[in-house]
Nanobody, 127 residues
Framework: QVQLVESGGGLVQAGGSRRLSCAAS????????MGWFRQAPGKEREFVAG????????HYADSVKGRFTISRDNAKNTVYLQMNSLKPEDTAVYYC????????????????????WGQGTRVTVSS
């Protein structure tokens, strides 16, 4: 079992920045690739950013590339999402997920690959 708890959400003005954190406990954190997904009202949960188990590979949705940065600190059992230049369309509940992948596929954009999820943290970007 892996328990994930997100924090850092809140109300941000367009153009501003916010840093989300995902604290993990339970099974060995470093065994999992991690990802951030988001879900806006009436929309499907969508991939935002992913990072491999050792942090060597990252991948971003086109909509956030260049603005968001995912990172992890395995010693602290924590994953971060630094969000800059925020736009109103970034408004959503952001979820942290943990995935068991392979030596070939180290980062996944697929919801079904993520076995564990946090409760989400809400980010609202005002225009």
């Amino acid at each position: 079992q892996v328990q994930l708890v997100e924090s850092g959400g809140g109300l941000v003005q367009a153009g501003g920045s916010r840093r989300l954190s995902c604290a993990a406990s339970g099974r060995t954190f470093s065994n999992y690739a991690m990802g951030w997904f988001r879900q806006a009202p009436g929309k499907e949960r969508e991939f935002v950013a992913g990072i491999s188990w050792n942090g060597g590979l990252t991948h971003y949705a086109d909509s956030v590339k260049g603005r968001f940065t995912i990172s992890r600190d395995n010693a602290k059992n924590t994953v971060y999402l630094q969000m800059n230049s925020l736009k109103p369309e970034d408004t959503a509940v952001y979820y942290c997920g943990a995935a068991t992948l392979t030596s070939i596929v180290l980062v996944s954009t697929d919801l079904s690959d993520y076995e564990y999820w946090g409760q989400g943290t809400r980010v609202t970007v005002s225009s």
